[in-house]
């Protein structure tokens, strides 16, 4: 039988068999999505606390097919807790702040019809995302703002709980450095559209899990990926509207310093999302995605609650 094997960290989900690849690391898919150019409430502390459930039926190969295993059963949740500063220390039309993310993969059920075989591993504290970045103040319309935007320097830093004896693990046990542009525009004053564009550059892992056949290192490729979102304000309280994320890997994976080709990963999703504020400080975001257009990785469907609150 081929070899296979699989991936954990923080709140995503990787595995290959053969040429087949799910080799980058856990990014930002749909985790954020309305008025997500600017704080909501000025300068101060944030907290924020994720909490994601994914289910997937299908492992798609490089063409977009089923990978052959019996079964392709994949269901996980993930809580993830922000910490967010946004300072009064000006840099001319924009303020300085600081980002700390903590995931934990709090459970985990697979199943590949073949006892676990090739689906098997722990749950646990993911690896730790630092970012420094700079909130733009508002561009003002008549209205009220037409437009915000934000620019983020995010590294991950390999924290997470990981053992080589697991083909499954909440660390990635290599840093990757995922800065992004986010803004968000007023095409009224009611209704918004948000983007957040990231880069992704990783880092080599250098004790890679043994199901890898006994390799040095492996980095993975680099790629792209963004959320977008449009909401309408049906209320002062409430919005409503469409959301969704991309990415697709740009470079190659590297396999003991190597190109090794047919690993490259792509997905698109979109779904219905909301958002409701309690107060200036308080908001709730429930967002749903729908994968499809899946290459190298599981195609399935993701549900997310989100709190915000600002000290």
């Known amino acids: 039988m081929k070899k296979q094997w699989m991936y954990v960290c923080g709140a995503g989900l990787m595995i290959a068999q053969g040429a087949n690849a799910y080799d980058l690391p856990v990014v930002n898919l749909g985790m954020t999505s309305f ?28 063409d977009g097919k089923a990978l052959g295993l019996p079964k392709q ?7 993830v807790t922000q910490l967010s500063y946004l300072s009064n220390l000006r840099l001319g039309n924009a303020s300085l702040g600081m980002n700390m993310l903590l995931p934990v993969v709090t459970r985990m059920k697979v199943d590949d019809g073949l ?5 098997r591993g722990q749950t646990g504290m993911g690896d730790l995302l630092i970012g420094p970045f700079i909130q733009f103040d508002p561009i003002m319309g008549p209205d009220g703002p037409r437009f915000v935007h934000r620019i983020e320097l995010q590294v991950n830093l390999p924290t997470g709980e990981y053992d080589d004896k697991h083909a ?14 986010a803004g968000t525009y007023w095409f009224t004053p009611k209704w918004t559209a948000s983007f957040r564009a990231h880069y992704l550059y990783n880092g080599k892992n250098n004790d890679p899990a043994q199901s890898f056949g006994g390799v040095d290192d492996i980095q993975a490729g680099q790629a792209l990926h963004s959320n977008f979102a449009s ?16 990415l697709k890997q740009i470079t190659d994976t590297r396999i003991d310093g190597h190109d090794v080709s047919g690993r490259r990963e792509k997905v698109l999703a979109i779904g219905p999302g909301g958002m409701y504020s309690f107060s200036p400080n308080d908001h709730v975001f429930v967002n ?3 994968e499809q ?3 190298n990785r599981p195609d399935g469907s993701r549900v997310q609650v989100r709190y915000v609150h600002h000290f």
């Open 231 to 246: 909401g309408y304000a049906v209320t002062d309280q409430l919005r409503l509207g469409v959301n969704g994320y991309w």
């Open 35 to 62: 008025l997500d150019g600017g704080l909501p409430a000025g300068p101060g502390w944030y907290l924020q606390e994720y909490f994601q459930n994914y289910s997937a039926d299908k492992l798609r190969d490089k």
């Open 168 to 181: 499954i693990n909440p660390g990635n046990n290599a840093w990757s450095f995922n800065p992004y542009w």
């Open 293 to 295: 257009d899946v290459e």
């Open 288 to 290: 749903a995605y729908f």
């Open 73 to 79: 059963d994949l269901d996980y949740q993930v809580a």
């Open 115 to 119: 006892n676990n075989a090739a689906l």
